[in-house]
């Protein structure tokens, strides 16, 4: 059974700091491009960052550049999202996903960050 599970959202003040993780099982972790998502109320989902199988490759979108990093451990099947000096307009529901070459894809249920003072 295929499985994407987010953890380690919540709340936090502006400028605070959150590491998301996304522990996958039930597929080759490793041959999978691992990204992740976010969609705050009212607004459409966003891809927020994307990392290469093997990890030397990583994407962001630019108004995370310079705070959020993504990474990934796969002997752990888990991909990290480490989100630094966060902002109230970060607040969303984060979702990870798994692509593979062929177009086969998934997705978790997502994890609440909220950004709030």
């Known amino acids: 059974q295929v499985q994407l599970v987010e953890s380690g959202g919540g709340l936090v003040q502006p400028g605070g700091s959150l590491r998301l993780s996304c522990g996958a099982s039930?597929?080759?972790?490793?041959?999978?491009?691992m990204s992740w998502y976010r969609q705050g109320p009212g607004k459409e989902r966003e891809l927020v960052a994307t990392i290469s199988t093997a990890g030397g490759r990583r994407n962001y979108t630019d108004s995370v550049k310079g705070r959020f990093t993504i990474s990934r451990d796969n002997a752990k099947n888990t991909v990290y999202l480490q989100m630094n000096s966060l902002k109230p307009e970060d607040t969303a529901v984060y979702y990870c996903?798994?692509?593979?070459?062929?177009?086969?894809?998934?997705w978790g249920q997502g994890t609440q960050v909220t950004v709030s003072s």
């Open positions: 996903k798994a692509d593979r070459s062929d177009g086969r894809q998934y």
């Open positions: 039930g597929f080759t972790f490793s041959s999978y491009v």
